[in-house]
């Protein structure tokens, strides 16, 4: 048995997740959660279609963090600081305390990563990356009509459809020439935009949103091809970046996130990193399925059987209603093309190289395909 | 008929329709659901599922 707590910095999906399958496998050593807000589980891949089930921001609080420490016999600490880790001393600080652990996970997270806006209404740009984010915008879009989203990728889409579908009017900007710029092929993309078009959402693709003004009680964003467009309240969705900064103090091995092993483990003696603050043999997949897959091998790790992560294939169901949509998107740069079959109700593409399917993106009709073929994927770590 | 969500990912399980690929024909009641199953898309188990009445 350890003597030391297992200390947990993070109360997202990863943190409560490895806290839950630990305590299937050892009910005895002391846990200690270190939220940054207020403690309590909801369900992230919820706030992006939230308005659409017509569910307040408090019904998506599943669980307070009271019930969480009880639940999961651990102590939650709701707004605590934690300023540094000391892997030397194995302590970490919190609001200005030492404590001691025998093993830490980071479950930091990421932060939105913010465009460079010009303007005076650049600062009210909301991102939207826990639930207190969410209640601000929920709170800014509420009684209004127009939103304007920066970043057509799975989120911004996720947000466009749950908008239009509540009666709002929106308008998406992006760089890219399509949405879902990255896990789709051009004809995929095509049919997904005229899906979410009919439902509403104005897309403005190649181009950027340069400058952000305040207008009496709205915005006006002005694009980088002459167009402006007003706005209640303005949502980025550009992607996120791994939270790194705290390990990278303490001397931990940092890339794009912080650098894991198989099992989890840090370039520090018994520190571990889950969830969408670490990079696993150079991958960074802040995904729910990867997460749950992680978070199991951790827990058996922590209970003392080194259990390393293994990924099978893991499609991304994106919440658009307009248009259901799963993607496997393949490795990136693996050899191979996209085999588009499109018919009018949906379109199935199929990435192939080497005669096997080595990804997919299915929308419309086609999502019918999905477990047929993630059956023949490859995993994605074996 | 109910319809239920997983707390985990959002994941709906309508009990009209069921959950056919699965093995888990329409009409099935969620308390029927065996404890084998786990949710389509994140993978959780029945048991953590916690689904909540939508």
């Known amino acids: 048995m350890n003597r030391q707590p297992v200390v947990i910095i993070g109360s997202g999906l990863a943190g409560y997740t490895v806290a839950r399958e630990l305590r299937k496998l050892d009910s005895e050593t002391a846990l200690v959660i270190l939220s940054a807000d207020h403690g309590g589980f909801y369900s992230k891949p919820m706030l992006s279609n939230a308005l659409g089930q017509k569910k307040s921001v408090d019904s998506l609080l599943i669980k307070d963090a009271a019930q969480m420490a009880a639940d999961l016999k651990a102590e939650v600490r709701a707004y605590a600081n934690v300023s540094a880790i000391d892997p030397e001393r194995k302590q970490v600080t919190v609001d200005g305390a030492a404590i001691s652990y025998g093993k830490l996970v980071l479950a930091l997270g990421a932060d939105p990563i913010r465009l460079p806006l010009e303007g005076d209404g650049a600062e009210a740009v909301l991102s939207v990356n826990n ?41 998406v900007i992006d760089l890219a020439p399509q949405p879902l710029g990255r896990l789709l092929p051009p004809a995929s993309a095509a049919f997904l935009q005229r899906r979410l078009e009919a439902a509403g959402v104005r897309f403005h693709l190649g181009t950027t949103t340069q400058r952000v003004e305040r207008s009496e009680e709205r915005f006006s964003l002005s694009l980088a091809n002459g167009e402006i467009l007003a706005a209640d309240a303005v949502l980025s969705a550009v992607g996120l970046r791994p939270r790194t900064a705290m390990a990278q103090a303490a001397g931990l091995k940092i890339n794009r996130g912080i650098v894991v092993d198989r099992l989890l483990l840090t370039s520090a003696d018994g520190i571990y990193a889950i969830g969408d603050c670490a990079e696993i043999e150079g991958k960074v997949l802040p995904f729910v399925l990867p997460i749950m897959q992680a978070a199991r091998a951790l827990a058996a790790t922590l209970a003392g059987q080194p259990t390393p992560v293994r990924y099978p294939a893991m499609p991304v169901v994106v919440k658009t209603p307009a248009c259901p949509a799963v993607v496997s998107p393949p490795e990136p740069g693996a050899p191979g093309e996209w085999l588009v079959e499109e018919g009018e109700n949906g379109v199935k593409a199929l990435f192939q190289g080497g005669g096997t399917v080595l990804g997919f993106a299915l929308l419309g009709t086609a999502v019918a395909e999905k477990n047929a073929l993630s059956a023949q994927l490859p995993a994605v770590m074996g | 008929m109910k319809t239920w969500q997983c707390v985990v990912c959002g994941y709906v399980y309508d009990e009209a329709q069921g959950d056919v690929e699965h093995g888990i024909a329409a009409g099935t009641r969620w308390a029927d659901v065996p404890d084998s199953w786990s949710c389509p898309d994140c993978g959780v188990a029945k048991s953590d599922f916690e689904m909540v009445e939508v």
């Open chain 1, 131 to 171: 639930l207190d984010d969410y209640r601000r915008f929920r709170a800014a879009a509420e009684g209004k009509k127009d939103i304007a989203i920066l970043g057509a990728g799975l989120i911004g889409c996720e947000f466009a459809n749950d908008l239009v579908a509540a009666g709002y009017r929106v308008d």
